[in-house]
């Protein structure tokens, strides 16, 4: 083979290897460009995602609050005004009765007063207006006093902390998950204290209800990923989020529990009291 031949046969293999290189790049690039919009892609998604189901939890939450302010009324408006009639009744039957029904019929009465009050009481806890009207601290200490008086469990309240205020709208939500974290405590933990701590602490507002209750057994449940649906506690969880907060549940079966909800204070007014 010549030297001219020679120099043909190199230059089509430089110019073929070049090619080839040039081809193998330009396949890597879009590949790469794939690879980027498919992942911009399927993080544009899972943002949809978070963003459907958090407006659809404020949703639901709206709505759960309109419920609330309508059996609020009905309570205050109906159904106290039926056991006031009750009490007016047994009031005029009263000393037309035989001695030996009075007794039961001021017991009645007695009840029928009590009742009223708790319907009251029920009432203003379930009402937003109220609640604004009252402050996020009052409205806690009206829930355990109503607490205690039907349940007639020992509650012990400790504040700690300078005071500052959340939104009304996320003080309004914390509320609710404290209702319902009391909520769970009366229908399943069947404790006989509950401790409830509110502490204002470097720029966190932290929620905690302990129980002396019969608990359960948490690690079979994450460990099997099953958590009660009558505990409530991926709701609780999921609601809390949208106020920016962090929910940590503690129990040990046979040994109570301890639910904790921590709101940083970048999600409260900067006006403080």
């Given amino acids: 083979m010549s030297t001219a031949d020679s120099e043909v046969t190199a230059l089509t293999i430089a110019v073929s290897t070049t090619l080839i290189l040039v081809f193998g790049a330009v396949i890597i690039y879009f590949l790469f460009l794939y690879q980027q919009k498919r992942f911009r892609h399927q993080k544009e998604l899972i943002q949809l995602n978070e963003t459907f189901n958090r407006t659809l939890m404020e949703s639901k939450i709206e709505i759960q609050e309109q419920t609330l302010n309508h059996i609020a009324k009905e309570l205050h408006a109906n159904f106290s005004h039926l056991v006031s009639l009750i009490n007016i009744n047994l009031s005029e039957i009263l000393p037309q009765s035989p001695e030996a029904s009075k007794e039961s019929i001021l017991e009645t009465k007695s009840l029928a007063k009590q009742l ?27 829930e355990l006093e109503r607490l205690g008086k039907i349940k007639k469990y020992q509650i012990n309240f400790v504040k700690s902390g300078e005071e500052f205020h959340l939104t ?33 602490s470097n720029g966190v507002l932290t929620l905690a209800v302990n129980d002396n209750g019969i608990g359960f057994d948490q690690q079979s449940m994450e460990f099997n990923g099953q958590v009660k649906e009558s505990t409530g506690l991926i709701n609780i969880k999921k609601r809390a989020l949208i106020i920016g907060g962090d929910v940590q549940i503690n129990s040990i079966l046979g040994d109570g529990t301890k639910v904790s909800i921590s709101v940083p204070k970048p999600f409260c007014n900067e006006t403080g009291t």
């Fill in 116 to 142: 009223l009050g708790e319907l009251k009481a029920l009432s203003a806890s379930l009402n937003t207006d109220y609640f604004m009207k009252i402050g996020f601290v009052k409205a806690i200490e009206n």
């Fill in 168 to 200: 009304p709208e996320h003080e309004i939500i914390l509320f609710r998950l404290f209702q319902e974290v009391i909520n769970n405590t009366v229908l399943y933990s069947k404790a006989t204290v509950i401790e409830v701590l509110l502490s204002f």
